[in-house]
T-cell receptor
Framework: AQSVTQLDSQVPVFEEAPVELRCNYSSSVSVYLFWYVQYPNQGLQLLLKYLSGSTLVKGINGFEAEFNKSQTSFHLRKPSVHISDTAEYFCAVSDRSGATNKLIFGTGTLLAVQP | NAGVMQNPRHLVRRRGQEARLRCSPMKGHSHVYWYRQLPEEGLKFMVYLQKENIIDESGMPKERFSAEFPKEGPSILRIQQVVRGDSAAYFC?????????????FGQGTRLTVV
């Protein structure tokens, strides 16, 4: 079984400042890792994913994340945020060898960008 | 290429009524997932279907909930005799199930309110 922990329920940050949203996971098997973004009253949009290869993954909207196997982490970063980045961010995993691609989500982190 | 389409976007039901949620996957996708997002929580997996088959329903409540994905037409999530605790956002995702991608495209969700 897998689980995902997003320790920060809310992260306030000023516009143009850097931000890091933390994600740790627990799994007895190898996993794929994902970050999704949810704008108010919208569905989820994939930001980036780690499947294999380079541990530094670049996604849309200037976001990137680094897979750290020893620390079982997949933190999301952006060097300079914009007001439009205000949204809920979800980290998720799926079993790499599973028969399904179902996702296990964290509880989400609200990124609140202030002017 | 239209995205995952869910309807209705908002649904209000009185306690004891039936709720029927529809999901049309992306063109070419034959794998559908349903997730539920309770207020202030992350998404929880409910069920995974392929055409005419339920593959994994480990997240479905044992009573009142059912899902189908017929050969023709959208996938349907049915909730019988709704209760206030069923109020949530229900998201559908579809995937072509390519093992090396492992991610799904989400619809905008149906927000169910039970009064």
């Amino acid at each position: 079984a897998q689980s995902v922990t997003q320790l920060d329920s809310q992260v306030p940050v000023f516009e143009e400042a850097p931000v890091e949203l933390r994600c740790n996971y627990s799994s007895s098997v190898s996993v794929y890792l994902f970050w999704y973004v949810q704008y108010p009253n919208q569905g989820l949009q994939l930001l980036l994913k780690y499947l294999s290869g380079s541990t530094l993954v670049k996604g849309i909207n200037g976001f990137e994340a680094e897979f750290n196997k020893s620390q079982t982490s997949f933190h999301l970063r952006k060097p300079s945020v914009h007001i439009s980045d205000t949204a809920e961010y979800f980290c998720a995993v799926s079993d790499r060898s599973g028969a399904t691609n179902k996702l296990i989500f964290g509880t989400g982190t609200l990124l609140a960008v202030q002017p | 290429n239209a995205g995952v389409m869910q309807n209705p976007r908002h649904l209000v039901r009185r306690r004891g009524q039936e709720a029927r949620l529809r999901c049309s996957p992306m063109k070419g996708h034959s794998h559908v997932y349903w997730y539920r997002q309770l207020p202030e929580e992350g998404l929880k997996f409910m069920v995974y279907l392929q055409k005419e088959n339920i593959i994994d329903e480990s997240g479905m409540p044992k009573e009142r909930f059912s899902a189908e994905f017929p050969k023709e037409g959208p996938s349907i999530l049915r909730i019988q005799q709704v209760v206030r605790g069923d109020s949530a956002a229900y998201f559908c995702a579809s995937s072509p199930y390519l093992r090396d991608t492992g991610f799904a495209f989400f619809g905008q969700g149906t927000r169910l309110t039970v009064v």
